[in-house]
């Protein structure tokens, strides 16, 4: 037990929640039934008015913090951030993970068994929106007592959870805190999106999403949209302080094996990720991605959306991050002040890219602990 | 006849160069004999000094400027520039155009017949570098008379081909203009690059690249590969500009088909890029892009390789092009200001990306034309 850090939260156990109400999903299907899987960190005060929801990104899970056994030598995704005494201080909060709803970390999703066929979901799984998982996580709320949250945290596409949180459930969010964000993709985001669905969908190995029953995963699809992810997550300065463009060897090789040291980081990336995530979710999480807007029921006027909120807000955003550039997290920003919302901007100087947001940059933990340290836990 | 705009070259036929020497290549094979595709524009003075070489880009050919047939309706890709009082004006300058060995457009490259065999090249065909091309540019040029360019003009990969033609052939080259260019790829790019291969490679209708005895070629990879260099060609901007993050229906459909339109554009490029290039090809072409690093044999010192140069240099950037960003440019001036050489540097605004060095935008014609204006047709 004492390999463990002292500001880890030690040795943790997921849990797997059970939502026996039903839930009413954007595309118009209803789940009558669903698991979430996740794990919290810290002790729930009596008021239930100290809890946080930690809302992951593309390929996050509910495993955010602490090991997962004795032996674990990795701690969760955002370990560094998670912990007592760390910026979000589990000695004051008591935080909650969770796998959203289409994962395939454990909760329902197209990898687990539909009731009704008694086989994997697959492609009958239906596609969601970062509504149905604010939907979803309120339910979770509800099973835990927790009427309303001191604050909901997440990055990139966690972060679209937040502000769709505080646009549709004001009164159960006190804070936002919406980091590497955007107020909605880009071209270019849903450009990059598309080509990694279309490598999945066009592997021949992904049987129409059915794969499971033919005991193979479309592997090289997978792979493809991991290594194009990568590509997204990094800065060209990253990539280039990182690997360079050395060759391997001496000399080109003038064939088709690695030949750069960015390639063989990618292709190892790709392969790590086809053997941890389902080809299915990938999909799903792409498709939530492209379709979050939640300017379009305003008007497409953002700031009329943000109207409905009442938390307050913190937006952090990452010089070097191309992929949801500050520009994106400064119209967040601006739709807020316009929408008389109390907020705080912090621009952190960065290097690695969109990544970044998962780093123990200092300047970055400050501005999280700073603005946590003024959070209330009185429930408003 | 009369159907042709005044200021196009008009008609034009592309005629097969036979080059009956043995080209020894950087992978260390020779190929005794090669031919290669052209067209040219204007004549050739008595001199033969007024000849001006056109580099293509990656998916480039020899069809530059004019039309193939009567009832062509779109002209050459860079008939925009290329013409009579055009900014490459084919009223004084005499201008050659191919299809680079390794090409798919008739010159030898992968698709054509190995003599040895009898059957197409395929994956036998042995990778080039920017380098190989310039070697067989010359003996191209021998062959045409041509003892010296004018000028060598090229974007993108074109323009490496432009630098590496200073740096290899000082005496044969009067003007070098380098567009859309830089001395090197990034880790980035190459990571790009290796997404694209991967995809074909990885395509199992590739056949190791002997598809074309199969009857098939590897549509789903190769046309990934272009979705994802089309993304790289436009800027963001250039991408919501055109397409916004408009849904093609008024509500989502819930489901993989096209649903914005970026989706389709891209889906349509790269169905329209498998219709007429070769697999092959584009990975010898991703990977010259690699191998291309003109300083590495000068100590990684790019001025220290410029100072074999002797040719004046224009150096065109363009604000919105991220693949080949302004900043990579800058570089190239940097080197050719301290290695000495004569050298004018353009920054031009623009808003498409990349793809901007192939538009008539009325800045970069008039750079192009105010610099060719002053170009003397005598040797040196």
Redesign the interface.
């Known amino acids: 037990m004492g390999a463990f850090p002292a500001d880890s939260v030690g040795l943790v156990t997921p849990r797997k929640i059970v939502i026996d109400q039903a839930l009413a999903l ?3 299907r209803t789940l009558p039934q669903h698991e979430l899987v996740i794990e919290t960190y810290g002790t729930l005060n009596a008021k239930a008015s100290n809890a946080i929801l930690i809302c992951h990104a593309l390929s996050g899970d509910h495993h955010a913090a602490g090991y997962s056994s004795e032996t674990d030598k990795k701690p969760g995704w955002w370990d560094n951030c998670i912990g007592p005494g760390k910026p979000i201080d589990t000695n004051r909060f008591f935080v909650v993970s969770l796998n959203n709803l289409g994962g395939c970390r454990g909760s329902t999703g197209p990898s687990t068994i539909n009731a009704e066929t008694g086989e994997p979901w697959g492609p009958d799984f ?2 969601l929106t970062v509504r149905d998982w604010v939907r979803s996580q309120a339910l979770l709320a509800d099973q835990l007592g927790i009427r309303q949250w001191a604050a909901v945290v997440g990055g990139s596409l966690g972060g679209m959870q937040v502000m769709q949180w505080t646009i549709d459930l004001p009164d159960r969010i006190r804070n936002a805190i919406v980091i590497a964000a955007a107020p ?5 985001n ?3 999106n ?2 990694a ?3 999945i ?2 592997d ?1 190995e992904f049987h129409g999403g059915r794969f499971y029953n033919h005991d193979v995963i479309p592997s ?1 699809g997978l ?2 949209a991991r ?2 992810g ?2 997204t997550y ?1 800065s ?1 300065a990253a ?2 302080a ?4 050395e060759l391997k060897a001496a000399t ?1 090789s ?3 094996d690695v ?5 063989s980081y ?2 190892h990336q ?1 392969q790590a990720f086809v053997d941890r995530f389902d080809a299915n979710t990938y ?1 799903i999480m792409t ?1 939530a991605l ?2 979050f ?1 939640p300017a379009r029921e305003f008007g497409d006027d953002l700031s009329t959306a943000f109207r409905q909120a009442k938390a307050k807000f913190l937006v952090v955003a990452f010089t070097s991050d191309w992929r949801f550039s500050p520009a994106r997290s400064r119209e967040i920003v601006k739709s807020l002040v316009s929408a008389g919302r109390d907020v705080s901007y912090a621009l952190i100087d960065s290097q690695l890219g969109h990544d970044d947001f998962l780093m123990p940059l200092p300047q970055y933990h400050r501005v999280l602990s700073s603005y946590l340290a003024r959070i209330t836990e009185e429930e408003t």
């Open positions: 954007d595309c118009g239906p596609l909605k993709i880009s071209a270019q849903i450009a990059f598309e080509i669905r279309q490598a969908l066009s021949p090289r792979k493809l290594m194009l990568h590509i990094l060209d990539m280039r990182k690997f360079g463009r080109p003038f064939n088709y030949e750069f040291e960015v390639e990618l292709r790709g999909l498709k492209d379709y807007d």
